[in-house]
């Protein structure tokens, strides 16, 4: 209760909030809502020279340039974004969360390998690094999301692994110690516990991170390929009709900007109630 006080005391999280509620929502109930399958080629959706049809009474969002209704795209490629943003998130959260976890408690050479190897994921860039791994692999829904999983644990185990030294050293762990208390007690039961709320956080606000890396991937044609609609890939095939139709990618790129905006605003406000270090600051 005291979590959702404070969180309701910010309008910009409550804001996001809204956001993120909604686009679930539209997201898991885009079958019932659509009001066309997202790969109907619609025999009036498009003009008698062959160009979409803007925004009107019929296509609220106009069509793209397959004559296919965008709203519906964009409910069917908020369903991509959001399962490609959880599960690769989660993993990326899961396995950053272990590695880091793993090395700040056994620390010494096995910890020091563990950060080593670390270090050398993040030497690569991110976005290269996502392009060649998702060139190796056929792209596809699932795919994407392990390949963005696979660049972005490494910001986690860094955080993780810095929170853990600071813990393996309290007072409370040295006694546990003492007691004879396991490796598995005292991680589990000890420490993983302090590191939830990090990763409650991190959880949050790298949804964010995914659904633009997604879309990026998307954009640059070794994301999520068509006929499944995806935000990214929605703006990648109408790029050339810019500006005849614009609004083919104004609105995907709008339902970008307000997700990724939204879950990290609702990360920064986590992050502020989560992190008792921060409490003072507000």
Do not use: K
């Amino acid at each position: 209760m005291r979590i959702a006080r404070e969180f309701l005391r910010r309008p910009t999280a409550v804001f996001g909030l809204v956001v993120v509620l909604l686009v679930v929502i539209g997201a898991l109930t885009a079958p019932l809502i659509a009001p066309y399958a997202p790969d109907e080629q619609l025999f009036d959706g498009l003009t008698l020279e062959g160009a979409p049809i803007g925004p009107d009474a019929a296509f609220l969002l106009g069509t793209d340039t397959l004559g296919r209704d965008l709203l519906t795209r964009l409910l069917f490629g908020a369903r991509t974004s959001l399962i490609i943003g959880v599960v690769a998130n989660g993993t990326a959260v899961t396995i950053g969360l272990g590695i880091g976890m793993l090395a700040g408690y056994l620390r010494g050479p096995a910890g020091n390998a563990l950060m080593r190897f670390t270090d050398l994921m993040m030497a690569f860039p991110a976005l290269l690094l996502a392009i060649v791994l998702a060139a190796l692999f056929h792209p596809s829904l699932w795919i994407v999301a392990m390949v963005i999983a696979m660049v972005n644990w490494v910001q986690v185990a860094r955080i993780v692994y810095t929170e853990t030294r600071g813990l393996v050293e309290r007072d409370f762990i040295l006694a546990e110690r003492s007691l004879g208390a396991g490796h598995g007690r005292i991680v589990f039961r000890h420490i993983l516990p302090h590191l939830m709320p990090t990763a409650i956080v991190w959880g949050t606000l790298g949804i964010a991170t995914t659904v633009l890396l997604e879309a990026t991937l998307s954009f640059l044609g070794v994301g999520v390929q068509p006929p499944e609609p995806s935000w990214g890939n929605i703006i990648f095939e109408s790029q050339s009709f810019f500006t005849a139709a614009p609004w083919l990618v104004i609105f995907p790129g709008i339902a970008i900007l307000l997700t990724a905006l939204s879950f990290n605003l609702v990360g920064d406000a986590l992050r502020d109630i989560l992190d008792p270090t921060q409490r003072g600051r507000m």
